[in-house]
């Protein structure tokens, strides 16, 4: 272990480190302890309710995800690092835009962190930089960079180390940012000083757990993944269950609702990195032209996104139960058609989904969007709670 001498030394590595981190793309950086024991019973009550759903990585671990100094032995300190995701240019009012593109039934809607590139590459990269320049300063030392690549309790530390607070949607919220931030952590033998945690903002609001289409947000702070519209659309691997389909509405990678309707994303901030600009065809694009994607389009047009992660037949499933959701609002013979050109070699998976999709009874074709795009309200909290 590399020593530092002192506080005052100390501080003023935390400092420089702050500067070095900001010239990365990083929002802010803070540092915490090891000590989460507090942690450990909510962890085991989650597991044990099954809300982990048949994400079997979750409980894999146990309770290391919880013990940093047990998951990377010699571990003293944690480095968290947070960064801003929505797009550059983004405007204010980018909440009422969201909400217009989930009025739209024949519309693909790509949750907004996963238009641009994979940010467990980019993160990666960059605390591995930020771990370089660490190590030219104080010689060699110990660590270990993560970016939702380990069991690693990652909110509770991002919140310990003064990060934000944790939001009812279990999501780390920040005064000055929301919550439209990745997050990312290095590991490290080095007694750097702890930075102070910060108190709760969420007070008596409940606009997170009001706009989760299907009341995944089971309580304050506690999420069942198992209904959580983004773990069946990435996460899982199986059919999505007939009940939740027609709640899935037009998503057909992630759900942003929660965070939507969260009165501090007001505050969220552009990226500063051009990595995470929407990519052609992720956003605002029809359910039909994203269906007509063979493979290796698909391929092509996710190469070095999150979205490949999930592999072309989820893709597909995802699209058909969207697609299923748009004909029961409104007939629609190009998406039919569409879905029809999908189903021919489709795997099993796949192929029940379309079936699903095309049993959706002839009705009235949809009708054209007023001009300007029909806006849906959305939630109606507009205050900070």
Known sequence: MQEVPSTVEAAALLNRLRGWAHGLGFSQIAVADVDLRSAEPGLLAWLEA?????????????????????????????????????PRGTAPGWQAVEWAGLAQPTQAQVSLYARGRDYHKVLRQR????????EADVGPFGYRVFTDSAPVLEVELATRAGLGWRGKHTLALHRDAGSMFFLGEIFVDLPLPLTEPVSAHCG???????????????????????????????????????????????????????????????????????DFDARPGLAGTSIATLLGWDEGEFLRRTEGSAIRRIGFARWRRNLAVAAGNALRQGDDAVLREALKRAGQGADALVAEHIDWALSAPLSAPLSAPAAGGALSSGPPHVGVC
């Open 127 to 134: 605390l591995q930089k930020l771990a370089d320049q660490l």
């Open 204 to 274: 008596e609001c409940s606009a997170c757990l009001d706009a989760c289409p299907t009341g995944a947000i089971t309580a304050p702070y506690r999420v069942d993944a198992r209904r959580c519209i983004s773990y069946l659309t990435i996460e899982h691997d199986g059919p999505i269950p007939e009940a939740l389909r027609p709640l899935v509405g037009n998503r057909v990678y992630g759900c942003d609702d929660c965070q939507l309707a969260c009165p501090w994303n007001k505050f969220a901030q552009p990226a500063v990195l051009a």
């Open 50 to 86: 099954g809300h982990h759903g048949r994400m079997q990585y979750m409980a894999a671990h146990g309770l290391k995800r919880a013990r940093p100094a047990e998951l990377v032995p010699g571990t003293l300190r944690v480095i968290s690092a947070r960064m801003d995701y929505l």
